[in-house]
């Protein structure tokens, strides 16, 4: 991949030529888990690949943290980027960030891929989910262990066992962040006014194919709402860039590979 700096906080790997597509990983796994995907999308759209901040090269900054934060942070890229309406998907905690870029800024936004993300109380499943695993990484002996434990989780331990020790190392280096993403996405929670704030959008919610009922409930709370329709991603569950790279980039072409 190539890359642009976008600045000295956030940066994204740019490939490819045509209409624009964000890709924005979640919590634990950074931008190279979207290597895959990335390559497979260049011959059809220009790739976006988010580093947020404290993964990759962008820097860590002092406080903020929240998907907030972070979805002020894409609009920065996509504002010293010089475009105008983006298409994007987000994958898990990145879903979580997408969405809170889409409720603040509908406008920016051509279609959006939401892959399990979290939605607080209104998709309650999900929502205890994330306030379990902020109290197992509060109570892990070190940061690297709290983001080990975030990452299996999130992946699977037959996804996380096969990611080997690159894989793991990478979320590793970013410990810190992960340990503050993981308390406050468990603290997100959006309104259902807000969420329906969305249906100007071209939305969708996606979920892999293995994934568990509360996955399925919060994506059915994204279409009662926020008026979002539904795909399944195969062979994949949480972390379908790592699970089906492949089918994720078929995904993204048909769904947000298109003028916005």
């Known amino acids: 991949m190539s890359s642009r700096v976008v600045d000295d906080v956030v940066e994204c ?30 011959p059809f759209a220009r790739v976006l690949v988010v580093h947020r901040r404290g993964y990759g090269r962008s820097a860590a900054r002092p406080g903020g943290g929240r998907p907030e934060d972070h979805a002020s942070d894409l609009l920065d890229l996509v504002d010293r980027m010089g475009i105008e309406r983006v298409n994007g998907l987000g994958v898990s905690g990145g879903a979580t960030i997408l969405a809170a870029f889409a409720m603040a800024y509908p406008e920016r936004c051509g279609a959006i891929v939401l ?37 299996s989780a999130l992946a699977g331990s037959e996804t996380w066992g096969w990611l080997g020790t690159a894989g793991r190392a990478e979320a590793r280096r970013s410990a810190a962040m992960v340990r503050q993403e993981t308390e406050l996405q468990a603290r997100f929670a959006p309104s259902a006014a807000e969420l329906s704030a969305m249906r100007g959008t071209t939305l969708v919610a996606s979920i892999g194919s293995r994934s568990g009922g509360e996955r399925r409930e919060a994506a059915g709370v994204l279409v009662r709402i926020a008026g979002a329709a539904t795909v399944l991603v195969p062979g994949a569950g949480n972390q379908p860039h790592l699970e089906n790279p492949l089918g994720l980039a078929t995904l993204i072409r048909s769904q947000v590979a298109a003028p916005v």
């Not at 740019?14 to 634990?28: C, F, N, Q, S």
């Not at 892959?115 to 109380?121: D, F, Q, R, S, V």
């Open 13 to 42: 790997d740019d490939i490819g030529t045509g209409h624009p597509v964000l890709l924005v990983h979640g919590v634990a796994f950074g931008p190279s888990a979207f290597s895959r995907t990335a390559e497979a999308l260049e």
């Open 115 to 151: 892959h399990e993300p979290a939605l607080g109380p209104l998709a309650p499943g999900v929502h205890a989910l994330c306030e379990r695993l902020a109290r197992s990484v509060a109570a892990a002996p070190s940061p690297s262990a709290g983001a080990d434990l975030v990452a």
